[in-house]
């Protein structure tokens, strides 16, 4: 099959693609990159030390020191070690509408398209292109928690666990029909990353339901959304974040952070330097105390 895969070039994703490709050996994989940066990223404090833990120390600093050294014997491929265990193609964007990512999406004749932590909402006709269909694992249990940072939207309200959703693309922003939700149990001991890229584990896992399904000819049994118990939000503010840390939540910390990326260091290779200069506070706290990291 001919697959087309949509995420960022962050932690989250290249844990993503790890755990899918795999099971993708005998298909064709293009993966299309995005590399956005929401101003909230930027103006919100716990913003920008969630974008520093997964984008700037992960890809910046941590996976150009692993590629140096050479990721054989790891468990878990960085972007270029991704590249070189499957063969696979990259292509960065900034707009999935445009005219060039068009004629990229229809050169690529994808059967498929999925879409997971991408950043970019998909439009007609880039949504039409695939012939089984664009679809997307939404880290959160629709329809009552579409929209952004919806791990962090679960931890706050108290939840037990964290739900993942497959769906269709259609016309609205998460409001395509649901294939089905699969569930991350809430750690509360554990940081508010932790709970962010482990969420999709159970949405990639319905994805890959879906796909046996396909290649078995089998048409994907969808539901639509109750649009009454949609509750859509954006990013949170500092209020939103006042309460998290009333209730004890963390951003990251050390040991989340090893458990995470541990297993893309190769046999022998010491956890490096930055990581223990990010976390020298009990919490990661505002962006100067990793800016010089």
């Known amino acids: 099959m001919n697959i087309v895969l949509c995420t960022k070039r962050d932690l989250a994703g290249a844990l993503i693609l790890n755990q899918l490709m795999p099971h993708l050996a005998d298909d064709k994989v293009t993966v299309l990159l995005s590399d956005k940066t929401r101003p909230a990223e930027k103006a919100q404090p716990e913003l920008s030390v969630m974008k520093f833990l997964e984008r700037d120390l992960a890809i910046d600093t941590l996976f150009p020191l692993i590629d140096a050294q050479g990721n054989d014997g790891a468990a878990l491929a960085t972007f270029a070690g991704l590249q070189a265990r499957h063969g696979l193609s990259f292509h960065t964007l900034s707009d999935i509408n445009s005219p060039e990512a068009l004629e990229l999406l229809r050169g690529l004749e994808p059967d498929l398209v999925l879409s997971v932590r991408f950043s970019l909402i998909f439009k007609r006709p880039a949504m039409d292109i695939a012939r089984l269909g664009t679809w997307n694992v939404h880290p959160g249990a629709l329809p009552r928690y579409a929209g952004l940072f919806a791990p962090f939207r679960s931890l706050v309200e108290g939840q037990d666990k964290i739900g993942c959703t497959l769906h269709r693309i ?4 998460d409001t395509g029909p649901i294939v089905g939700i699969g569930w991350l149990p809430v750690q509360r001991e554990r940081s508010l990353l932790w709970h962010v890229v482990n969420t999709y584990r159970p949405g990639l896992s319905l994805f890959l339901d879906l796909l046996d399904g396909l290649r ?42 090893l458990n995470i990326i541990g297993g893309f260091l190769p046999p022998g290779m010491a956890v490096p330097a930055a990581v223990d200069a990010a976390f020298a506070h009990e919490e990661v706290g505002a962006p100067c105390c990793c ?3």
């Open 291 to 293: 800016a010089h990291a």
């Open 170 to 173: 259609d016309d609205g922003i």
């Open 216 to 257: 078995q000819g089998r048409a994907p049994a969808v539901i639509d959304q109750d649009r009454g118990q949609r509750l859509y939000q954006s990013m949170p503010d500092s209020a939103q974040f006042e309460r998290f840390r009333a209730m004890g939540l963390r951003l990251g910390d050390r040991d989340d952070y």
